[in-house]
């Protein structure tokens, strides 16, 4: 199993710019996650989804940040416009039914200069 | 929202050593998980713990869910310097929120010196 994958692994964009990040779960997982990491604020839940559908999105900061799953193989975290207090390292996490664990790719260094 | 207190924020150990590690919640988890992140990657499982009292061992690292459900601890055994990194407690209270998510720890950063 190849595991979780995210794309791109670094990310330097200007302020103002739009950013996506990608993220493919583990096939056979239904549930997926997008963390945020800071030295400031450690691992943040941004959004949840659960069979493609998203459940929580109370941890996105903004209107400007949004998040689709448009199939079970597929999520993006987009930014626009992007800001330098965005710059962190963002995850994506998948899960299988109702179990609590969650794996975990290798996480997109974003830097917004 | 859900605040995990996991301690020591920092260790710096000599090889060899044993370390130990721990994470405290006000309220009760239904599950226990700890995970280690190496620089540069994502958060990898090492233990989870389902029950009260559950004791689980992985190689030289041990784990136990608290009897109280209110917290968990970690020990390494024998520490080698690739044993450095990040670790992190993570918890799914009880009850569970409607979205089901995990409550992560700051992590424990953990050096060793050869």
């Known amino acids: 199993d190849a595991g979780v994958i995210q794309s791109p692994r670094h990310e330097v964009t200007e302020m103002g710019q739009e950013v996506t990040l990608r993220c493919k779960p583990i096939?056979?997982?239904?549930?997926l996650f997008w963390y945020r990491q800071t030295m400031m604020r450690g691992l943040e839940l941004l959004i949840y989804f659960n069979n493609n559908v998203p459940i929580d999105d109370s941890g996105m900061p903004e209107d400007r940040f949004s998040a689709k799953m448009p199939n079970a193989s597929f999520s993006t975290l987009k930014i626009q416009p992007s800001e330098p207090r965005d710059s962190a390292v963002y995850f994506c996490?998948?899960?299988?039914?109702?179990?609590?664990?969650?794996?975990f790719g290798p996480g997109t260094r974003l830097t917004v200069l | 929202g859900q605040q995990l207190n996991q301690s020591p924020q920092s260790m710096f150990i000599q090889e060899e050593e044993d370390v130990s590690m721990n994470c405290t919640s006000s309220s009760i988890f239904n599950t226990w998980l700890w995970y280690k992140q190496d620089p540069g990657e994502g958060p990898v499982l090492l233990i989870a713990l389902y029950k009260a009292g559950e004791l689980t061992s992985n190689g030289r690292l041990t784990a136990q869910f608290g009897i109280t459900r209110k917290d968990s601890f970690l020990n390494i055994s024998a520490s080698i310097p690739s044993d450095v990194g990040i670790y992190f407690c993570a918890g799914q209270p009880v009850p569970q929120t409607g979205a089901n998510n995990l409550f992560f720890g700051t992590g424990t950063r953990l050096t060793v010196i050869p």
């Open positions: 996490a998948s899960r299988e039914g109702a179990t609590d664990t969650q794996y």
């Open positions: 096939s056979g997982h239904n549930s």
